[in-house]
T-cell receptor, first 113, second 113 residues
Framework: GAGVSQSPRYKVAKRGQDVALRCDPISGHVSLFWYQQALGQGPEFLTYFQNEAQLDKSGLPSDRFFAERPEGSVSTLKIQRTQQEDSAVYLC???????????FGPGTRLLVL | SQQGEEDPQALSIQEGENATMNCSYKTSINNLQWYRQNSGRGLVHLILIRSNEREKHSGRLRVTLDTSKKSSSLLITASRAADTASYFCATDLYGGSQGNLIFGKGTKLSVKP
């Protein structure tokens, strides 16, 4: 079956621009996660959804970051007024209910100039 | 913040040799997982070991877990050029009942043909 997909794969933004990153999880997966991966580092947790409920947003670095999953399926990560330090790969993962394994998408590489 | 620390940061071996990567973590865990990431790609789940397990095998992969030392190792036997990638350990504090994985910084493995 289809895996986790993310779009766009690459995004170049000017500093101050708003961006929206999309994640399509594996069909039927209850949990959805967003991670940020800086160059040469491991992924760092941003936020977690169970169905449409955002249960943990402790990893969001500032109030410029906002995530939603209104119908419990597709999720969007929005970054307002992008800064150069937001440049990173943004990874989405999904997990079935009761599962332990997270399945990752290919990521969106964001470059803020 | 990142809980896991992989060692070494980089490893270069010849095809056919074994590769061993180590991971140390700081807090009690429910399980520990190893992921592989090819350059520019998302993460691929390799193997999961629970806190009450000491060793697990999957094909050419062997993982050990020592909860008293808060450490794990990943052994790849008879390495192939296609094993060239970054390898990350990730700890799950809650066993899938809640949220995120906490990743280390990774080991960059290069297998020369």
């Amino acid at each position: 079956g289809a895996g986790v997909s993310q779009s766009p794969r690459y995004k170049v933004a000017k500093r101050g621009q708003d961006v929206a990153l999309r994640c399509d999880p594996i069909s039927g997966h209850v949990s959805l996660f967003w991670y940020q991966q800086a160059l040469g580092q491991g992924p760092e947790f941003l936020t977690y959804f169970q169905n449409e409920a955002q249960l943990d947003k402790s990893g969001l670095p500032s109030d410029r970051f906002f995530a939603e999953r209104p119908e419990g399926s597709v999720s969007t990560l929005k970054i307002q007024r992008t800064q150069q330090e937001d440049s990173a790969v943004y990874l989405c993962a999904s997990r079935r209910g009761g599962g332990e394994t997270q399945y990752f998408g290919p990521g969106t590489r964001l470059l803020v100039l | 913040s990142q809980q896991g620390e992989e060692d070494p940061q980089a490893l270069s071996i010849q095809e056919g040799e074994n590769a061993t990567m180590n991971c140390s973590y700081k807090t009690s865990i429910n399980n520990l997982q190893w992921y592989r990431q090819n350059s520019g790609r998302g993460l691929v789940h390799l193997i999961l070991i629970r806190s009450n397990e000491r060793e697990k095998h999957s094909g050419r992969l062997r993982v050990t877990l020592d909860t008293s030392k808060k450490s794990s190792s990943l052994l790849i036997t008879a390495s192939r050029a296609a094993d060239t990638a970054s390898y990350f350990c990730a700890t799950d504090l809650y066993g899938g009942s809640q949220g995120n994985l906490i990743f280390g910084k990774g080991t960059k493995l290069s297998v020369k043909p």
